[in-house]
């Protein structure tokens, strides 16, 4: 698995989640106007063509094949002697466990500069790195290209024995089948972050094939810089990038350091320590030998998780999980234009996702809920509620609506029902799911896909469950407190009577 936390700017930190396009589309032409004749690198000349279905470098996610190749490299390469091993840990994963005890506040690792692939590394193929860079291509799509024209080399690269320990295809959502996705992930809105990434993916390397790859074949041959192998270096990059602060901010892959994995319960990240001049982590808690150590990938949700490093934390051990709340504004309501306007004027929609959790909700939620109930009489407080659904600065943070609390709160609980029921019928035609294979392999990973989704739909489904009875109850509550009132308004009017 890899390593990150992209919640904390401080830490180091996996990237977030793609903006619309990494290379994007501008009104310059990229191409070169004065092309020089065709560069050979010995890196093309020898390729081979990569199957459509295949990639020919990486091992199996849980394979040990290559795991001491890669730690002998490391340790001739500079790497110091290791508290920590690689082995399996579970169904499935590797992970580093360790050799020795190790103290609570220990730092581990001291991984050297050298031997970590930034967007600076050294090419084999130095014009092809030239290239890219004439065209400004950003840090993401120019490490991926990098780890391709790496991967190819095979055993001509310094880096072969760091990619033959990659996974071959990792369970990252980006690997899902549009099919599987619309089939196992139908009621969670992380269905719909993953279709973004995936055409954000798309989208990048058509963007480079279109302006770099087609005006440069000799560099980048389409048998080696496909779609397939794109998606294989991006998966990668989320799931092993990490952005180091005390590097300036530099994304970089670091080897070793990316078979660490992600426990909810630990709080410690990588960074460059400057004493030591290597990255580490500083542990904080104790390790026995033979026991798994773990780093934080960031204060995610499992949904989040299960979209960048495929897989689910057990059920009740993520404190920070969250469920993507989708709120709606319909055409039919009367103030429906002015609302929509408004919205749009703070980068929002009439459709929205806001996230639950055990603990409560943000306070945008209840400012877009204000909005999508309000009448039109109060027109001229839309965009005071857009702003406050945006989390815009200059916001007002404790806006109040009292006289449209109850119809809020009923907005938000229907809203959760909804997607309760959602989830409902997904878990309880789970169990009698057809899943349509023809070979045992492919058995192996529908069902696995499979339990990923209901561990995932069960633990939302969970906070929906518990944001309902929350919203009930506080209804219950407010309705029983105007009933009194009335009650006494009543008796008071029968006693001056």
């Not at 033959?164 to 009621?187: G, K, M, N």
């Not at 026995?288 to 051990?317: A, D, H, M, W």
């Not at 001229?380 to 659904?389: D, L």
Request: charged share 25%.
């Amino acid at each position: 698995m890899a390593v990150a936390s992209p919640s904390r700017p401080f830490h180091s930190t996996l990237l977030p989640s793609l903006s619309p396009l990494f290379f994007h589309h501008t009104s310059q032409t990229l191409s070169l106007h004065n092309r020089r004749p065709p560069i050979h690198c010995s890196s093309i000349t020898t390729t081979t063509t990569i199957s459509t279905n295949s990639i020919p470098w990486g091992c199996d996610v849980d394979s040990l094949e290559n795991a001491e190749g890669l730690k002998k490299w490391l340790t001739q390469s500079g790497l110091p002697e290791q508290k920590m091993g690689i082995d399996k840990v579970e169904v499935g994963e590797r992970g580093l466990v360790a050799l020795k005890n190790i103290r609570k506040g220990e730092k581990l690792l001291f991984v050297p500069p050298s031997l970590v692939i930034t967007a600076d590394s050294e090419w084999n193929c130095r014009e092809a790195g030239e290239v890219l860079k004439k065209y400004s291509v950003p840090d993401w799509p120019l490490i991926a290209t990098y780890l391709i024209s790496e991967a190819n080399l095979q055993k001509s690269s310094r880096w072969n024995n760091y990619i033959s320990a990659l996974p071959r295809q990792p369970y990252s959502l980006l690997y899902w089948t549009r099919a599987e996705l619309d089939r196992y992930l139908e009621a969670s809105q992380i269905r719909e972050r993953a279709i973004e990434r995936i055409t954000d993916v798309v989208g990048t390397y058509n963007d480079l094939r279109l302006r770099i790859f087609s005006k440069h074949p000799d560099l980048f041959p389409e048998e080696v810089y496909n779609i397939e192998t794109f998606k294989w270096s991006f998966g990668i990059l989320f799931s092993r990038l990490v952005r180091l602060p005390s590097m300036g901010e530099k994304v970089a892959l670091v080897p070793w350091a990316d078979m660490l994995n992600h426990s909810c319960e630990v709080d410690t990240f990588l960074d460059y320590d400057s004493s030591s001049q290597g990255i580490v982590f500083t542990t904080d808690r104790i390790y026995q030998p033979g026991e798994q150590v773990f780093i934080s990938y960031g204060k995610k949700s499992n949904g989040e998780l299960l979209l960048s490093y495929g897989f689910v934390p057990r059920e009740g051990t993520n404190p920070t999980d969250s469920v993507e709340l989708p709120m709606l504004i319909k055409k039919s309501d009367k103030g429906y234009k002015e609302k929509l306007a408004a919205l749009k004027k703070y980068g929002l929609s009439t459709t929205q996702c806001y996230p639950l959790r055990i603990t409560g909700w943000p306070t945008e939620l209840i400012a877009y809920a204000y909005l999508a109930v309000s009448p039109p009489s109060m027109i001229s407080q839309f965009e005071e509620m857009a702003a406050a659904a945006s989390n815009k600065e200059n916001s007002k943070k404790d806006m109040k609506y009292p006289e449209l609390e109850e119809k809020a709160l009923q907005f938000v609980l229907d809203s959760c029902e909804s997607s309760i029921s959602k989830y409902s019928k997904f878990l309880q035609a789970s169990g009698s799911m057809d899943l349509d294979v023809t070979s045992p392999k492919q058995l192996n990973r529908k069902v696995f896909l499979k339990q990923l989704a209901v561990d995932l739909c069960s633990s939302e489904q969970k906070i929906l469950f518990r944001a309902q009875y929350i919203l009930r109850r506080r209804l219950r509550d407010m309705r029983n407190g105007e009933l009194k009132a009335l009650n006494l308004f009543d008796g008071l009017r029968k006693l001056f009577k």
